[in-house]
């Protein structure tokens, strides 16, 4: 299945991109995401589908727009 | 008494006197700095009602026990008044070389008392104060006003600017200081310019006096190393704040069109992720090593320092998505002296209230060449338009009717900053309870919101949370007098204040003992507004009303048909209000004055209102 991937802020740098369309084996979940990506989890994040705040249990569906930010705080 | 000089500097301007006065440690363990310091002066000596642009409001500048010492990020100064936008209270911090040079002059506070006869700075070296005349940078913008000054006094000197903005008495004009820093967005900027008053210039050569200097220098040297590694780890300086854009472009949340939208398909246009990439300097705050002033060229080919609110309220929320542009807007505002929040919330509502009909007008969102122009106009207060543009967006929504006060973006006359709370109710009580009007620095749930909460839930832990973090943001960060930012951006453990501030005053202070104080001061805040508005109501704490309404729920995206709802609004405001010992109308009661200490205060605001 496809999941178009959104990083936020200073991920964009540790992975190498902003945006992109990724392939995954079909019931993949948001962790495997963040480890395909090699993303270090243990630092603060975000991660929302389609707009929504997901647990990194939750399983993705074809066509799914995840974003992954670290938490901000804004100006 | 070691932390604090124990001095005040009053200058008179009306009468070009000044003098050293001091405070003692009672005044300085319940108030302890910054904030704390300026609201106690503010309540102490204003007369309730007085004009804020007249000659009996103060200025006060007041830094706290940690600004300036060596440590993350203590290059921070508080600058305070009664304020001229909202009538209550307002005050504001800003990154200034004036926070070391006026401990090392010997200040923890600076009271600005009267009105010059012509426009002046004043120069202040130690225990020497000059009034000179500033008849040549009178009409300057604060760029040209710094240049002047630093070739007189060298680059070290600490240098507060006013633009036109101040000088003409635009109701949200800003203090400012070094490349792109400013603070005080209710209107302190203009009431600096009531008084004639162009400039401050401070030098200092005294030590601070410290409990164990040799520790707190050894230890705040390597914090500032820790700090800046983190940093480096993360990678947060590479887009500072500005990366929070696109997150809510991506969540809904972003303010669009005078916040009618939530979110934009150009917004990628103006993200951290462009401006890095058009970085041609980075500015910060002194003490600081995760410097987040990002800077590029204009449209006109000036440096321009952005963050995230100016990118948001000057760009997105104007629709106007060319980087150099808003880049250009930022920079006017910045000469002008000027908020950007307010004048890009202010320009939104004008454009709004020209869609709906409720004012004639040629200003279009997105028309980036209009917009500079009206930033000189309101600048400058520069004829009808000109006027009603430097009064900020409620003021402007009173004098042209048609029920456009609804979508005037702004809390108790403050323009909202750049979160859309359309669907976000924590954020929005965040908002509503801000204590200078609507303002981010207080309190921001909004990741805890999204992240832990049922997003359109009104429960009290969402009332918890604003409390808790306006303890430390609009509480601690405020009083010590630091930045916030290594806290919230790097998790830098907030309990390394408590332990900088011991090791400063040789006090022995937990973090508990900070929220105390946090309390007393949003209490004692909350009576200053009180006393200014005598018939104060809960509505006072309300978010403007068209986040209520339900034809302005988004048509699509993640929150298509969501909106704020009023009566669940009203409950978390009373778990806010329950949780803090306030009444119904949001005013502390008495017996949460007698366990904040705040006897003496209840007693004067009780002449204005009953308190329960
Ligand atoms: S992080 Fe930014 S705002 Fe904070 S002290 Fe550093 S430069 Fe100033």
Redesign the pocket.
């Known amino acids: 299945m496809k999941v178009t991937v959104k990083l936020i802020g200073p991920f964009i740098y540790k992975a190498g991109f902003s945006e992109k369309v990724i392939d995954l084996e079909p019931g993949a979940t948001v962790s495997k995401v963040i480890l395909t990506l090699n993303l270090d989890s243990s630092r603060p994040h975000i991660v929302t589908r389609n707009g929504r705040a997901v647990a990194p249990t939750e399983q993705l569906e074809d066509g799914d727009r995840l974003v992954i930010a670290p938490i901000y705080s804004g100006? | 008494m070691y932390g604090w000089t124990g001095n005040i500097l009053r200058i008179d301007l009306s009468h070009r006197i000044y003098k050293k006065e001091s405070f003692d440690e009672k005044f300085a363990l319940k108030w302890v700095g910054g904030r704390g310091f300026a609201l106690k002066i503010l309540w102490d000596e204003l007369k309730p009602g007085i004009d804020p642009l007249g000659p009996e409001n103060k200025l006060i500048i007041a830094v706290g026990p940690i600004a300036g010492i060596p440590a993350p990020?203590?290059?921070?100064t508080v600058v305070a008044a009664k304020s001229p936008l909202t009538g209550g209270y307002g005050d504001g911090n800003l990154?200034t070389r004036v926070t070391d040079q006026m401990r090392k002059a010997g200040y923890d506070v600076i009271i600005i008392e009267g009105k010059a006869d012509n426009p002046t700075y004043l120069y202040i070296e130690d225990d020497k104060v000059e009034f000179l005349p500033a008849s040549e940078i009178w009409g300057k913008g604060t760029y040209e006003t710094q240049d002047w000054l630093y070739t007189r006094y060298g680059k070290g000197a600490g240098l507060l600017t006013i633009g036109q903005g101040g000088e003409n008495l635009n109701l949200y004009a800003m203090i400012r200081s070094l490349e792109g820093?400013a603070g005080g967005r209710p209107g302190i900027g203009a009431v600096m310019g009531s008084k004639k008053l162009k400039a401050i210039v401070v030098k200092g050569s005294k030590p601070i006096p410290q409990a164990d200097p040799e520790g707190m220098k050894k230890l705040g040297t390597e914090d500032l190393r820790k700090v800046q590694q983190i940093d480096r780890e993360t990678g947060w300086?590479i887009q500072?704040?500005t990366g929070v854009l696109a997150w809510c472009n991506e969540v809904a949340a972003l303010p669009v069109r005078n916040m009618r939208k939530t979110f934009h398909p150009e917004a990628w246009k103006i993200d951290g992720e462009r401006l890095n990439a058009a970085r041609v300097a980075t500015?910060?705050?002194?003490?600081?090593?995760?410097?987040?002033?990002i800077t590029i060229l204009d449209h006109e080919g000036h440096k321009s320092e952005l963050?995230y609110e100016n990118i948001g309220m000057l760009g997105s929320n104007l629709e106007i998505f060319e980087l150099d542009q808003v880049a250009s807007l930022n920079y006017l505002c910045d000469d002008y002296g000027i908020d950007t929040i307010s004048a890009g919330g202010t320009l939104a509502f004008y454009a709004d209230a020209i869609d709906h009909g409720a004012i004639e007008g040629d200003f279009r969102f997105g028309d980036a060449e209009k917009a500079k122009e009206l930033l000189r106009l309101a600048a400058l207060r520069d004829g009808k338009l000109g006027n009603m543009l430097a009064n900020g967006s409620l003021r402007m929504a009173r004098e042209i009717g048609h029920g456009s006060e609804a979508y005037a973006m702004q809390v108790k006359g403050l323009e909202i900053s750049a979160y859309n709370c359309k669907f976000i109710p924590g954020m929005a009580l965040a908002y509503g309870t801000s204590p200078i009007g609507a303002h981010h620095k207080e309190s921001w749930v909004i990741t805890f919101e999204i992240k832990q909460t049922e997003r359109g839930s009104y429960g009290p832990e969402k009332a918890a949370k604003v409390i808790e973090l306006q303890r430390i943001r609009g509480g601690l960060f405020e009083f010590i007098v630091?930045?916030?930012?290594?806290w919230i951006?790097l998790g830098w453990d907030v309990k390394n204040y408590a332990i900088y501030f011991n090791k400063i005053t040789g006090l022995n202070w937990t973090v508990e003992d900070f929220w105390k104080v946090a309390d007393r001061i949003y209490s004692l805040m909350k009576f200053f507004w009180v006393r200014e508005f005598p018939n104060w109501n809960r509505q006072m704490d309300y978010p403007p009303m068209v986040w209520f309404d339900p034809t302005n729920a988004d048509k699509e995206g993640p929150i298509a048909g969501k909106i704020l709802e009023l009566d669940k609004y009203d409950r978390l405001l009373d778990y806010y209000y329950e949780q803090r010992g306030w009444d119904k109308r949001g005013i502390p009661t008495l017996k949460t004055a007698q366990e904040l200490d705040l006897i003496e205060e209840a007693t004067e605001v009780q002449k204005f209102t009953k308190l329960e």
């Open positions: 100006g | 990020n203590t290059g921070k990154g820093r300086s500072g704040t500015y910060g705050c002194p003490n600081c090593t995760m410097r987040c002033g963050d630091a930045c916030r930012f290594p951006e």
